[in-house]
């Protein structure tokens, strides 16, 4: 029912900026939690950032003070500005989008490499 497309991925250098950008299609978000994981090559997928309903958001202590997560709800649209890459940021973006523990949509994601 609902689709999202992430896009804004690419190469950086460590210390550039990048904003991802997650549209989703097939229903408002307005009502949903959404969020940004990444997974790195090995490692398990993690919690970047999230945003309620609300607007309220979290992070995870890694890229707290450097990401910035946005939602606008009349566009549909889920943002990521990325600020002071390093190249542990280095991972495939995934944008999600959740209702309570019962409801939860995948986006494709988007490749993000940071490096010289």
């Known amino acids: 029912q609902v689709q999202l497309v992430e896009s804004g991925g690419g190469l950086v250098q460590p210390g550039g900026s990048l904003r991802l950008s997650c549209a989703a299609s097939g229903s408002m978000i307005r009502m949903f939690v959404m969020g940004w994981y990444r997974q790195a090559p090995g490692k398990e997928r993690e919690l970047v950032a999230r945003?309620?309903?609300?607007?309220?958001?979290n992070y995870a202590d890694s890229v707290k003070a450097r990401f910035t997560i946005s939602r606008d709800n009349a566009k549909n649209t889920v943002d990521l500005q990325m600020n002071s890459l390093k190249p542990e940021d280095t991972a495939v973006y995934y944008c999600?989008?959740?209702?309570?523990?019962?409801?939860?949509?995948w986006g494709q994601g988007t490749l993000v490499t940071v490096s010289s």
């Open positions: 999600n989008l959740r209702l309570g523990g019962s409801f939860e949509v």
């Open positions: 945003i309620t309903h609300d607007g309220r958001a």
